[in-house]
Nanobody, 117 residues
Framework: QVQLVESGGGLAQPGGSLRLSCAASGFAFNGYVMSWYRQAPGKERELVAAIPSTGSRSYADSVKGRFSISRDNAKNTMYLQMNSLKTEDTAVYYC???????????WGKGTPVTVSA
């Protein structure tokens, strides 16, 4: 059974930091592109950052220089280090695993992040 379980969300102050984790199971983690998406209230879901098993990471312009995506293939886990948080980073953050050649994609249930003074 495929599972993507996000954790680490919560409340942070502007300028603060949070670290999100996504624990994966039930599929060959190493072969998948892993990504973080987010959806703010009243807005569409957007890609935040992506990391292939090997190769370059990519980031949305809005988080470049503040967020860092990483993965530990030995632990089947992906991370998102979020620094210098802004109120506009408030959203539910979702973990995604994709194997585009076969059109396979999996989603986690999301973890909420609220940035507020």
């Amino acid at each position: 059974q495929v599972q993507l379980v996000e954790s680490g969300g919560g409340l942070a102050q502007p300028g603060g930091s949070l670290r999100l984790s996504c624990a994966a199971s039930g599929f060959a983690f190493n072969g998948y592109v892993m990504s973080w998406y987010r959806q703010a209230p009243g807005k569409e879901r957007e890609l935040v950052a992506a990391i292939p098993s090997t190769g370059s990471r990519s980031y949305a312009d809005s988080v470049k220089g503040r967020f860092s995506i990483s993965r530990d293939n030995a632990k089947n886990t992906m991370y998102l280090q979020m620094n210098s948080l802004k109120t506009e980073d408030t959203a539910v953050y979702y973990c995604n695993a994709a194997y585009s050649v076969y059109g396979i994609t999996y989603w986690g249930k999301g973890t909420p992040v609220t940035v507020s003074a």
